[in-house]
């Protein structure tokens, strides 16, 4: 059984950092595309960053140069650092895998963060 599983969100002041995580579980993660998504309240979900199974990285035009993203595969798991946070950059995160070779896409269950001004 797959399960991708977020940690790290919590309520930060704006220009704070938070980490987020994701462990990976029941899968050949290697071989998965992992990505960050963002759900705002009222809006529709976002990607934020992904990276290739090659280390590739792709970022949204909104956290470019404040966010990276990170992938160790002996660990299963994909991170998400987020410096200089801002208000617009609340909300729930979502940890997503996908193979279009195998044609799976993964979901974590999301974790929350809110920054105030």
């Known amino acids: 059984q797959v399960r991708l599983v977020e940690s790290g969100g919590g309520l930060v002041q704006s220009g704070e950092s938070l980490r987020l995580s994701c462990a990976a579980s029941?899968?050949?993660?290697?071989?998965?595309?992992l990505g960050w998504y963002r759900q705002a309240p009222g809006k529709q979900r976002e990607l934020v960053a992904d990276?290739?199974?090659?280390?590739?990285?792709n970022y949204s035009d909104s956290v470019k140069g404040r966010f990276a993203i990170s992938r160790d595969n002996a660990k299963n798991t994909v991170y998400l650092q987020m410096n200089s946070l801002k208000p617009e950059d609340t909300a729930v995160y979502y940890c997503?895998?996908?193979?279009?070779?195998?044609?799976?896409?993964?979901w974590g269950q999301g974790t929350q963060v809110t920054v105030s001004s």
């Open positions: 997503n895998a996908k193979s279009l070779r195998l044609g799976n896409n993964y």
């Open positions: 029941g899968m050949a993660f290697r071989i998965y595309v």
């Open positions: 990276i290739r199974t090659d280390g590739i990285t």
